[in-house]
């Protein structure tokens, strides 16, 4: 089971922005590409899909829960 599954009130919520950020969003977003370039953010997504993907561990294997 996947450990956000254990708190619902997570559900559809963002755990990692503050009330202020999440009414500015689009500002989090285009600050973000100050950091890392699209390139690099898509490099990242590859090898995070690239884990998923090939990894033995059960979080990405039972996908039913």
Same mark, same amino acid.
């Given at each position: 089971?996947?450990?956000? %599954?254990?708190?619902?009130?997570?559900? %559809?919520?963002?755990?990692?922005?503050?009330?202020?950020?999440?009414?500015?969003? #689009?500002?989090? #977003?285009?600050?973000?590409?100050?950091? %890392?370039?699209?390139?690099?953010?898509?490099?990242?997504? &590859?090898? #995070?899909?690239?884990?998923?993907?090939?990894? &033995? %561990?059960?979080?990405?294997?039972?996908?039913?829960?």
């Amino acid at each position: 089971m996947q450990s956000f %599954n254990l708190h619902p009130e997570f559900h %559809n919520q963002s755990i990692w922005l503050s009330k202020k950020e999440q009414e500015t969003l #689009i500002f989090v #977003i285009k600050g973000s590409f100050e950091y %890392n370039s699209l390139t690099e953010v898509r490099q990242h997504l &590859a090898s #995070i899909l690239e884990v998923c993907l090939t990894t &033995a %561990n059960s979080l990405y294997i039972d996908f039913d829960d």
